[in-house]
């Protein structure tokens, strides 16, 4: 199973990025994405999850970000509109089959993709 991950790269506060995540072998109930910025522990930032594509936010990202899924594609999308200095981080796309209790937990994820790099500057 392979995450190919495209988007990202250096922006303003306030600005906005698109990424978009394809998984390719194999779908999965979850894929969604995680953070890590320099010095710190892999984060939970979104996911969505099949059946009915409902998602799930971190409460740093709630009303910024925008999580999608389009199942005929296999790919999972995440709009970053009102991005701040703190969103600063590598983004990871992760696919997994975990539980609901469980989705921000990054052991939950089995697969992922290669991390693309977000930069905001202030």
């Known amino acids: 199973v392979q995450l190919q991950a495209s988007g990202g790269g250096f922006v303003q506060a306030g600005g906005s990025l698109r990424f978009a995540c394809v998984a390719s072998?194999?779908?999965?109930?979850?894929m969604g994405w995680f953070r890590q910025a320099p010095g710190k522990e892999r984060e939970f930032v979104a996911v969505?999850?099949?059946?009915?594509?409902?998602?799930y936010y971190a409460d740093s990202v709630k009303g910024r970000f925008t999580i999608s899924r389009d199942n005929t594609k296999n790919t999972v999308y995440l709009q970053m509109d009102n991005l701040k200095p703190e969103d600063t981080a590598k983004y990871y796309c992760?696919?997994?089959?975990?539980?609901?209790?469980?989705?921000?937990?990054?052991?939950?994820?089995?697969?992922w993709g290669q991390g693309t790099q977000v930069t905001v500057s202030s």
């Open positions: 992760a696919g997994g089959d975990g539980i609901l209790s469980a989705i921000m937990a990054t052991s939950t994820y089995r697969s």
């Open positions: 072998g194999q779908t999965f109930i979850n």
């Open positions: 969505v999850r099949r059946p009915g594509n409902r998602a």
